[in-house]
Structure formats: structure tokens, C-alpha cells
């Protein structure tokens, strides 16, 4: 009996350098997969997210993905967006509208639009979040947790929820972020208590730095202490949003550097509606676009039982 291969590609997000951004999985045609098989062909990829394509359900989507870790199905993910979406403009898809994208998954639809900059790039409305803050008497926990002095408590930490939950915390500098050496168990503990998956410290750069801000998401690495994400789209989706409720904008457009300790060089976009200029059509619909390059880096068939 022959195999039965479908088209696959595995896209570098948040870079237009190789390597240097958080890798996805993209398989295409999957609609005959289960999600049994899905979960299965992630656990095997290995990866953060692997992502599978299928045909819309709502008319109003341009197609449907479905989002895997290798434990288990995510509603919405920031670097699946826009790395699938990469892969399937790649591919030879026609957008509905040109330069506009609906992508149907489990948090609903969620829209994209091609940004001018960097070229290639695109960018992916964030969607409604719950946000909780961090009580007060946990305070002390978060500080033992990031082992750290540095926190900045005058921008209150919060669980931001998007489908895709972060302990959102400020700390006062981009050099105390990168600094930051957490402490595993203690992590672990307030991690599960918040129901999130990790914490996303963010710090601000000086003004002449590399980005706005630095931001790393630090998680839980079960027995193996704590492990970090490369590149995080939720995580600055989430950042995003609580800027705006905090009121710590630091302007229409700001920039994101993720990954440096990792070595990495995660590039993030993030600019407000009222950064449009007059007279655009989307000016005032009170989103928030969390943006960034994308590269194929294999491409080819997937080989499934």
C-alpha cells in the first residue's frame, strides 16, 4: 500500500534570519487526521506548536488550523498564527481580501494583515483577554521565584489570558531581565497556582537599545528546572493589552527583542490602531497587532501511518 504523504513545512517566526526565531511545524491537508494523530505526529516533531491545516468552517475564515504542543491542544498560540499563515500565503493561497487573512481556531477568528515592514511580514490582531492581577500576598512569591529585587510592583503583575495564559511582570530594566536566573521549584509552584503557563518578564531598553522592551517567558521545564521560549506571540499579545490597561504605552509602535539567552534574535512588532494614519480603513477599530517576519526552513512532505 502506498504511503500517504501530505505537504509540510517547518517556518522560523519572528525572523528573517535562519535559526535565529521560534521554529513551527506546519502540516497541511489535514482534515482526515484525528486529533489522536495530530497529537501524535506533534509529540514526534517535538517542537513548542505543531500546527495542522484544514478547511474552514465559517465562511468568513480564510481556514482553520489546529494547534498541538507535545502534550496536548492549544485554542490560540501567537507564533502558530502567523508562522501558518506564513506557510500557506507560501504555498500559493490566495487571500480572500488581498493583504488581509481570517484564521479560525479555537479562541474563534482571528485576523491578520500584511505589514509594509519588515517585507513578507504579517501581523495578527490579538485577541480579547481575561486579565487577573497577581494578589498582593503573592508578592513575595514571584520575587523568590525570579530570585530577583528588580520587579517593578508600581505595574501590578497579571495573568493575561488569550488562550494562551502568561504571568505578565515588569521588571525595571531590560539588563535586569536578561540577568534573571529563577528558581526552579519556586517557579513550578506559582506558575500552577495562577493557572498559567509560565511568567513573561519584560524590562525596557534605553532609548538608543536594540527594541523597547526585552521580554523572556520562562516556564516550568519539569525535572529538567525551568525552560524558556524562544519567541512568544501570546506572551506579547498579552503584554500588548496590558500596557494599554495599565497605561504604560510607550507609544503607538513599540518593539519586542526575545530569545538573547538563547541565542536568538526574536524580532516583535507591536503597533496600536490609532497609529494609522487618516484616512485608513481599519484606523479606530481598537485593535492590537502583534507582528513579525517568518522564513521557510524545510519544506516537503510529511510522511504519516
Not at 515588569?170 to 497556582?193: G, K, T, Y
Not at 517576519?293 to 512532505?301: C, E, H, K, N, Q
Amino acid at each position: 500500500m502506498p504511503a500517504h504523504t501530505v505537504r509540510f513545512k517547518q517556518v522560523d517566526v519572528f525572523t528573517s534570519v535562519p535559526f535565529k526565531g521560534n521554529p513551527l511545524a506546519v502540516v497541511f491537508d489535514a482534515d482526515a487526521l484525528d486529533a489522536q494523530q495530530m497529537q501524535a505526529i506533534a509529540r514526534w516533531t517535538n517542537l513548542s506548536e505543531t500546527t495542522f491545516l484544514l478547511k474552514p468552517s465559517d465562511p468568513a475564515a480564510d481556514y482553520r488550523v489546529r494547534i498541538f504542543t507535545t502534550h496536548g491542544e492549544l485554542p490560540f498560540a501567537g507564533h502558530p498564527t502567523l508562522g501558518t499563515a506564513h506557510a500557506l500565503l507560501e504555498s500559493g493561497y490566495q487571500p480572500k481580501q488581498a493583504g488581509k487573512l481570517v484564521q479560525q481556531c479555537g479562541v474563534g477568528l482571528v485576523e491578520l494583515e500584511a505589514l509594509s515592514e519588515p517585507h513578507g511580514a504579517w501581523a495578527f490582531a490579538a485577541p480579547p483577554a481575561r486579565v487577573t492581577p497577581l494578589a498582593e500576598d503573592r508578592h513575595a512569591a514571584l520575587s523568590t521565584a525570579l530570585r530577583s529585587k528588580a520587579i517593578d510592583f508600581s505595574a501590578a503583575p497579571c495573568a493575561v489570558d488569550n488562550g494562551a495564559p502568561w504571568l505578565v511582570v515588569r521588571v525595571n530594566s531590560a539588563r535586569d531581565c536578561l540577568a534573571l536566573e529563577p528558581d526552579a521549584a519556586a517557579l513550578a509552584d506559582l506558575v500552577h497556582s495562577v493557572h498559567t503557563h509560565g511568567l513573561a518578564v519584560y524590562g525596557p531598553h534605553e532609548a538608543d537599545g536594540p527594541a523597547t522592551f526585552e521580554m523572556r517567558c520562562l516556564m516550568p521545564g519539569g525535572g529538567f528546572g525551568v525552560g524558556e521560549d524562544p519567541v512568544t506571540g501570546s506572551a506579547n499579545a498579552a503584554l500588548a493589552g496590558l500596557l494599554s490597561t495599565q497605561q504604560l504605552r510607550p507609544g503607538p509602535r513599540y518593539s519586542v527583542r526575545q530569545g538573547t539567552v538563547l541565542g536568538r534574535a526574536g524580532q516583535v512588532c507591536v503597533h496600536y490602531d490609532d497609529a494609522r494614519p487618516a484616512g485608513d480603513p481599519l484606523r479606530g477599530r481598537g485593535k492590537t497587532w502583534i507582528g513579525g517576519a517568518s522564513l521557510t526552513i524545510v519544506d516537503g512532505t510529511f510522511r504519516l501511518p
